[in-house]
């Protein structure tokens, strides 16, 4: 049974605390510091304390790195959210960037004396409604991941 | 669901099966250097997630002030999945080593 649990093993929890999922930080960082606490009272002066904490932190880093990899799952669904709207920004800046390109192609003075339409004043008012599509976080084009997270908003 | 048992699990749900309920450390010196410490805990986070295992926090009166313990047991499903691998694998053995 686990014993008094000194600063070193409250600061190193602490740090794998910011960097885990808590399904992991429990099952597998606290589990692994409760034998390093055991470990350490057991050992006889400060210099084999030491080392017994050095294996231990490597043994945890070792064990962490691969449950990331056994355990996706537990910490892939907090990541999700965030790799959609990765997803989300990466599309809009893309959609953007073509319709500046475009901008700048149609408002050059060579192609506006072929034109009688200005083809920029069209440019311009797509870019608009985009802009504002975005800002009333309505996607025209209606991803169904984006669609289902609005239903999911609505509840 | 995945019936598949490895010979880590299997040896997990054997010692736990035997003596109902133990942690990780107990488990790596109950297996006699079978089970290593480095990898009962992930091997063990695998189980619960198959449901071949169950976990409760140890109770704070018994931990100190240290990061608390869980104490892992076979479920119903484990036991019923260590049996049926125990006869398949009985099963299906050389005629010599039966």
């Known amino acids: ?129 985009l802009c504002g599509s975005a800002c009333s976080r309505r996607w025209p084009f209606r991803s169904s991941s984006f669609a289902g997270r609005r239903r999911f908003h609505r509840r | 669901m995945n019936h598949r048992l490895s010979g880590v699990e299997q040896l997990i749900l054997e010692l736990l099966h035997e003596r109902l309920e133990l942690y990780g450390l107990q488990l790596v010196d109950a297996s006699h250097g079978r089970l290593k410490r480095g990898t009962v805990y992930v091997t063990l986070g695998r189980m619960e997630q198959k449901g071949l295992v169950e976990s409760r926090a140890e109770p704070a009166a018994s931990t100190g002030k240290g990061p608390v313990r869980r104490l892992y047991r076979p479920t119903a499903y484990g036991v019923r999945v260590l049996h049926a691998w125990e006869t398949l694998s009985r099963l299906l053995a050389p005629e010599a080593a039966r």
Not at chain 1, 64 to 73: D, F, I, P
């Open chain 1, 1 to 129: 049974v686990s014993g008094h649990c000194d600063r070193t093993i409250e600061s190193v929890r602490r740090v794998f605390a910011r960097v885990c999922p808590a399904a992991i930080l429990e099952r597998i960082v606290d589990q692994s510091l409760a034998d390093l606490v055991d470990d350490r009272a057991r050992a006889a002066d400060v210099m084999r304390r030491t080392l017994v904490t050095i294996g231990g932190v490597a043994r945890l880093c070792g064990a962490v790195a691969l449950s990331m990899v056994v355990l996706r799952e537990q910490w892939w669904s907090a990541l999700r959210p965030v790799a959609v709207d990765l997803k989300q920004c990466a599309e809009w800046l893309l959609l953007m960037t073509l319709v500046a390109m475009l901008r700048d192609g149609f408002t050059s003075s060579g192609y506006q004396k072929l034109h009688v339409f200005w083809p920029s004043n069209i440019v311009w008012g797509v870019e608009g409604f």
